[in-house]
Nanobody, 126 residues
Framework: QVQLAESGGGLVQAGGSLRLSCEVSGRTTSSYAMGWFRQAPGKEREFVAAISWSGSTTYHVPAVKGRFTASKDNAKDTVFLQMNSLKPEDTAVYYC???????????????????WGQGTQVTVSS
């Protein structure tokens, strides 16, 4: 059973940066598509970014493009979300997710993800 463990959330002022990590353990297949999602209080969960297991393919939604960057450390089976120029509207619980896919494939639909982490809180103060 794949397990995902997020870390790196916290409280930061607007304009600041945070780097979220998601460690993947218990892999049962060779590669996964990885995704980052967030859910703000009273709102639906929304997709933020996706990255292939190879790290070569990424996608970021327009709201975070140019500010957030998904990356992967292949040696450690860990994915990251570098978040710069944070805004109060970025405040949310951030989740990583995984689903078995080919090495360079990404998935942008949350219903297609099979495994989810517990989430990490990101709070951006104005």
């Amino acid at each position: 059973q794949v397990q995902l463990a997020e870390s790196g959330g916290g409280l930061v002022q607007a304009g600041g940066s945070l780097r979220l990590s998601c460690e993947v353990s218990g892999r049962t297949t060779s590669s996964y598509a990885m995704g980052w999602f967030r859910q703000a209080p009273g709102k639906e969960r929304e997709f933020v970014a996706a990255i292939s297991w190879s790290g070569s393919t990424t996608y970021h939604v327009p709201a975070v493009k140019g500010r957030f960057t998904a990356s992967k450390d292949n040696a450690k089976d860990t994915v990251f979300l570098q978040m710069n120029s944070l805004k109060p509207e970025d405040t949310a619980v951030y989740y990583c997710a995984a689903t078995p896919r080919a090495l360079h494939t990404i998935v942008v639909v949350d219903q297609q993800y099979d495994f989810w982490g517990q989430g990490t809180q990101v709070t951006v103060s104005s």
